[in-house]
């Protein structure tokens, strides 16, 4: 379907756009390209490149996350006046999500450049490294608690290792080392689970050499936790 321009009146009616100024609305809507999606049709793909930031004109899009079982969870509905694909505003990312046209929507899109220059007021590079500092995390956290919605114990224990390791591992000839202290009570804490529940996995994994332990401190092998992970029941 052809690209159009959108106009600085169709922004200027979208509530979360009240606070900008005529002029950075007008510099927003002459870089934004607009479409319109049927319902259903996918506006990007889990993922996918993440290229763009985009913008509900109106109609609703559909959030979703498709785990390795292509067991799909709904993230968010978002209304109009909702940007979405904020994945973009870091360079060479990917989208952790599917977006679909919950119904017949028209949507715009705009390069993260132009998108932070034009709302923010300041530079790209300015921009990125105070997202970097601040921001970048904790959208990672959000990630990765969607990520386990449906696991079962024994695959949301073995993420959680993973996402340990990412945040404080450092390499080992025997795999990541998870140099933190960290006791079968926290982690069960943060899976959900009682204390015995994650010894008896934390165990199981040891026997099959997925993990050793020194003490608190984990070492994991990241391929092995992956296979649980990505295991078909």
């Not at 510099?27 to 913008?55: C, M, P």
């Not at 109106?58 to 940007?83: C, D, M, R, W």
């Not at 977006?99 to 028209?106: G, I, K, N, R, V």
């Not at 340990?164 to 899976?191: C, K, M, Q, W, Y």
Request: charged letters at 25%; one cysteine or more; hydrophobic letters at 40%.
């Amino acid at each position: 379907m052809a690209m159009d321009k959108a106009n600085v009146k169709l922004l200027e009616r979208l509530k979360t756009l009240f606070s900008f100024s005529d002029s950075e609305l007008d510099k927003l809507a002459g870089n934004l390209s607009t479409r319109v999606y049927r319902t259903n049709e996918i506006i990007f793909d889990q993922d996918g490149e993440a290229t763009l930031v985009y913008l509900i004109l109106s109609g609703v899009v559909k959030v979703s996350y498709i785990n390795s079982h292509h067991k799909q969870t709904i993230v968010s509905l978002l209304p109009a006046g909702e940007f979405f694909g904020l994945d973009s505003l870091t360079p060479n990312a990917h989208h952790p999500f599917k977006s679909e046209a919950f119904e017949e929507s028209t949507v715009g899109s705009v390069k993260p450049e132009i998108f932070v220059e034009a709302l923010l007021g300041t530079s790209y590079k300015n921009f990125l490294r105070w997202y970097m500092a601040t921001m970048y995390s904790g959208r990672n956290l959000y990630i990765h608690c969607i990520r386990g919605i449906g696991l079962d114990l024994r695959r949301r224990l073995a993420l959680e290792l993973m996402n340990l390791a990412d945040r404080f591992g450092s390499t080992d000839p025997r795999g990541t080392v998870i140099r933190l202290n960290i006791s079968h009570e926290v982690l069960a804490n943060i899976v959900g689970a009682s204390r015995q529940q994650v010894t008896q996995h934390l165990n199981e994994f040891d026997r099959e050499k997925i993990i050793f332990r020194e003490g608190r401190r984990i070492i994991i092998n990241l391929k092995s936790l992956q296979r649980v992970i990505d295991v078909v029941e």
